[in-house]
Nanobody, 124 residues
């Protein structure tokens, strides 16, 4: 079993940066594809970034490409999401998630473990 706990959200202004962190408990962390999802009110939960166990390029949604960077520290069982040049449309609840299904996991249904979510609010 893996438990995920997000931290680092909060309020920001447009153009600011925030760094989200996800701490994982459990020995399976190194086996997981790790992703960050976000969900705005009235919208579905969408994958915005993912990092894989075997290396290779990370995945980024077009909406965050070039602004957000995902990274994992296997020794510390953590995943980070560095968010730069924030925009009001980045306002959402952000969720850390882990999948046992490997690469090409874009759908929330493919993820096995979830954090509780953390709010990011960006004002203009």
């Amino acid at each position: 079993q893996v438990q995920l706990t997000e931290s680092g959200g909060g309020l920001a202004q447009a153009g600011d940066s925030l760094r989200l962190s996800c701490a994982a408990s459990g020995r399976a962390f190194s086996l997981l594809t790790m992703g960050w999802f976000r969900q705005a009110p009235g919208e579905e939960r969408k994958l915005i970034a993912a990092v894989y166990t075997g290396g290779g390029p990370a995945y980024y949604a077009d909406s965050v490409k070039g602004r957000f960077t995902i990274s994992r520290d296997t020794a510390k069982n953590t995943v980070h999401l560095q968010m730069n040049s924030l925009k009001p449309e980045d306002t959402a609840a952000y969720y850390c998630a882990g999948s046992l299904k490997g690469v090409n996991t874009y759908n929330a249904l493919e993820y096995d473990y979830w954090g509780q979510g953390i709010q990011v609010t960006v004002s203009s």
